[in-house]
Structures are given as structure tokens and as C-alpha cells.
T-cell receptor, first 116, second 114 residues
């Protein structure tokens, strides 16, 4: 029943490792997003995909690489993890992306990434 | 820079009281959205108010929008312990290619004491 699900929920790993976070939505939405929420709860968009095409790529280090195999999935791969990458990463989805669309976004429950 | 700023940063009230949270933003908007985040969970959309609307209601929620002051408020009436959460406002920023992104404020942490 879960609309937007992401795995894993917790990820604890060593600095320098490479890790992936997976996200799937069963809402039939066209657009998916990755957000990063820091320790002060500030939420910032990282990437957005519309129908498997990258449409938003904020100033994120290129160690972060999103991949969308189909419009229901958006995965995030992170290379050479650094201490500053510790945060909660949220996947979200919405219907549409056009200027006239005012669609709410549906969020997963987050992946808590801790770098040791 | 951050688009929305919520005020207060934290709010503690007794169950049954009303809670008011404010959001200020910097640029012109198409719409403004409010989200709730329970501890350890993702954000949940509460209400969307368009730039040509001044007030909107949904159950115990009342949202106002004043585009001249670039501000919005979220009122939760007759609060319950289950309303304890962080509340975020988000505004839409359109990109050059007509895609858009949501820009979130820093949130108000609401504690409703039973």
C-alpha cells in the first residue's frame, strides 16, 4: 500500500564507501525527486526526474548520481562518501511538471545516512 | 537562498489550544503549500493555496495568504497531541525550462502537550 517507498531506512557506513538508495512509487506519477534534509531540518532538492528524464540538477557534487530505470523508480548512488553526506535523504513524487500544475508532492519516509 | 522562513521556530501549546505558524517568502509565487513532518517520517502534504486565493480551510486547518506582504499563516484549531510535528511551508520556483521545484522553509516544531 505504501505510495513512495525507499530502502534502506537506515544506512551506516564508512567514509570513502559507495552506497545506493532505492526509491519506488506506485502512484503512477510522472515526476520523482531526491531531497536532502540536514540536521537542522532544512530540506533541499537535489534532483528531479520527469518520465525518466533529468530535469532538475541542483549544485550537487557529481559523487551523487541519480538513475531512473523507469518512471516508477529513482535510485541514488553516492560515490566516495564523506562525513558531510550524513543526512536524511527523501524521495518524493508528484503528478505532472508543467507550469500550470500545482500538484502536491508525496514523500517516502527517508533514508538516514550516517557516515563514520 | 532559502525562500520560506517559518516563525516561530518552535511552539509549545496545551491540547485544545490553537496553534498559529507563519511563513514569509521572498519572490512572487504561483502557489504556497504546507506540509507536516512527524518525527522519523516523510513530509505529508496538508494544503495548497494559490496566489489568487486569500484563505483556505481543510478540517481544523486554516491557511491564509497575503501576497502583498509575501506571507502565509497556518492555523490549527483545537489542537491534539497527535498534531505534534514539524510544519513546513513551501513555495514553487519555476525554472527556465518551465519545470519547477519546491523550496521549503526551515519549519516550525510544534509540541502539543496532553
Amino acid at each position: 500500500d505504501t505510495a513512495v517507498s525507499q530502502t534502506p531506512k537506515y544506512l551506516v557506513t564508512q567514509m570513502g564507501n559507495d552506497k545506493s538508495i532505492k526509491c519506488e512509487q506506485n502512484l503512477g506519477h510522472d515526476t520523482m525527486y531526491w531531497y536532502k534534509q540536514d540536521s537542522k531540518k532544512f530540506l533541499k532538492i537535489m534532483f528531479s526526474y520527469n518520465n525518466k528524464e533529468l530535469i532538475i540538477n541542483e549544485t550537487v557534487p557529481n559523487r551523487f548520481s541519480p538513475k531512473s530505470p523507469d518512471k516508477a523508480h529513482l535510485n541514488l548512488h553516492i560515490n566516495s562518501l564523506e562525513l558531510g553526506d550524513s543526512a536524511v535523504y527523501f524521495c518524493a513524487s508528484s503528478q505532472g511538471q508543467g507550469r500550470s500544475d500545482n500538484q502536491p508532492q508525496h514523500f517516502g519516509d527517508g533514508t538516514r545516512l550516517s557516515i563514520l | 537562498s532559502q525562500q520560506g522562513e517559518e516563525d516561530p521556530q518552535a511552539l509549545s501549546i496545551q491540547e485544545g489550544e490553537n496553534a498559529t505558524m507563519n511563513c514569509s517568502y521572498k519572490t512572487s509565487i504561483n502557489n504556497l503549500q504546507w506540509y507536516r513532518q512527524n518525527s522519523g517520517r516523510g513530509l505529508v502534504h496538508l494544503i495548497l493555496i494559490r496566489s489568487n486565493e486569500r484563505e483556505k480551510h481543510s478540517g481544523r486547518l486554516r491557511v491564509t495568504l497575503d501576497t502583498s506582504k509575501k506571507s502565509s499563516s497556518l492555523l490549527i484549531t483545537a489542537s491534539r497531541a497527535a498534531d505534534t510535528a514539524s510544519y513546513f511551508c513551501a513555495t514553487v520556483a519555476f525554472m527556465m525550462d518551465s519545470s519547477y521545484k519546491l523550496i521549503f522553509g526551515s519549519g516550525t516544531r510544534l509540541l502539543v502537550r496532553p
